[in-house]
């Protein structure tokens, strides 16, 4: 049992070291963040490459997101189950802040994050022109082909994932997910 803990430990600890060694060399790279486009067919400037969740205030999707975002309440029974599943727990989420999908579904899970007390890493966000391609980003291998797309990956493998609309509610299918690992 020791062993295993020790072994898990480890695996975790690189894991960890790996994302931050990342973070570094993304920010070395001078990679941009909250990069806008203007998008022809809605006629406004949306999101592409990595963002934040800052950086999308003042776009057309900020107002989407607020209104969505104090309007839905999550089941906090169901939420309460994660905190046993969350150890090794990686989020990607790629959307578009164009996409009507998004709009809906991205507060959504944003509160369920929050509502969990932050006891999530906070998630990678890459957001996406019409044509699923996010700038200077890229998604290779991510089989990006609906937004938004809600990827949870566990120590670094992908177990789940949440495409477009959840099939049951947000945090059922999250939790779902979650228990895979198990």
């Not at 931050?20 to 941009?32: M, P, T, V």
């Not at 934040?52 to 029974?77: Q, R, V």
Request: glycine share 6%; hydrophobic share 40%.
């Amino acid at each position: 049992m020791k062993k295993n803990f020790f072994n898990a430990t480890i695996t975790v600890s690189i894991i960890i070291i790996a994302f931050h060694l990342s973070i570094i060399d993304c920010f070395a790279q001078e990679i941009k963040l909250n990069q806008k486009v203007f998008d022809a067919e809605s006629n406004h400037d949306i999101m592409i490459g990595y963002c934040t969740l800052t950086g999308m205030s003042g776009s057309a999707f900020d107002s989407a997101y607020k209104e969505g975002y104090s309007a839905y309440n999550p089941d906090k029974e169901i939420i309460s189950q994660y905190n046993s599943l969350l150890n090794g727990i990686t989020l990607v989420i790629v959307m578009g802040t164009w996409c009507s999908d998004s709009r809906e579904q991205v507060p959504r899970f944003m509160k369920i994050l929050d509502v969990t007390g932050h006891v999530f890493p906070d998630p990678v966000i890459i957001c996406v022109d019409r044509d699923k391609k996010a700038g200077d980003v890229s998604l290779a291998g991510m089989d990006i082909l609906k937004v938004p797309t809600f990827i949870v990956y566990y120590e670094g493998r992908e177990i789940g994932r949440i495409i477009e609309t959840p099939k049951a509610t947000m945090e059922k299918d999250l939790l779902d997910i979650l228990k895979k690992q198990l």
